[in-house]
């Protein structure tokens, strides 16, 4: 079976904006992060999109204008040789209390039910304590910690409650590198 790399958006794969991504125009690559995907992509992993997109909600941008932003984002993977299996957004704010919404492990739930995932073979890459929280309560054999983003800020979250990334990377290039590295091999044990 094939292993199942899931990645947040913003921070990870292009630089996050306090004040949200709200046109394809804002949305800037990190380097080398298309490089990376290219690279799980050639490895034989699946990269599935985990994205809270709480703007929608917010009516800051439409849905049209979020579907922009990834077909820029997803014409930058392809053009680097990578390619994005499936995106899982949640539009909903903070507030609204839906299932999906990081913490929370219902997209990452929702893309096992519809790809036949197994999660002992899959990893999540974020940069805040939201995505390293979901990939636990999801199951995820793997989390990975990126320092691009909030990440900084997300390690001092995540050491106060006590929870501990499996792998802590400068970007997600660095990451890419040892998730090929440790799991192209079939071993997820490492």
């Given at each position: ?7 947040d ?68 993977v ?57 990939g ?43 998730i ?11």
């Amino acid at each position: 079976m094939t292993y199942t790399v899931f990645l947040d958006r913003d921070g990870v794969i292009n630089h996050d904006s306090d004040a949200y991504i709200k046109h394809p125009d804002e949305f800037h690559f990190i380097p080398k992060s298309p490089e990376a995907i290219a690279l799980l992509s050639a490895g034989g992993f699946q990269v599935i999109l985990i994205t809270n997109q709480s703007a929608v909600g917010r009516g800051m941008i439409s849905g049209r204008t979020l579907d922009a932003i990834l077909k820029k984002m997803t014409h930058g993977v392809e053009q680097a040789g990578g390619r994005i299996k499936d995106i899982f957004f949640c539009p909903h704010t903070p507030d609204q209390g839906c299932d999906c919404r990081k913490p929370k492990p219902g997209m990452i739930l929702q893309a096992v039910a519809r790809h036949g995932i197994d999660l002992n073979k899959s990893l999540m890459v974020g940069d805040s304590a939201k995505d390293i929280e979901c990939g636990k309560h999801a199951g995820c054999a793997k989390t990975i910690l990126v320092k691009t983003g909030n990440g900084e800020k997300a390690l001092a979250a995540l050491t106060k409650k006590g929870i501990v990334p499996d792998f802590i990377a400068k970007d997600l290039y660095e990451a890419a590198c040892w998730i090929t590295a440790n799991f192209s091999s079939g071993n997820m044990a490492s």
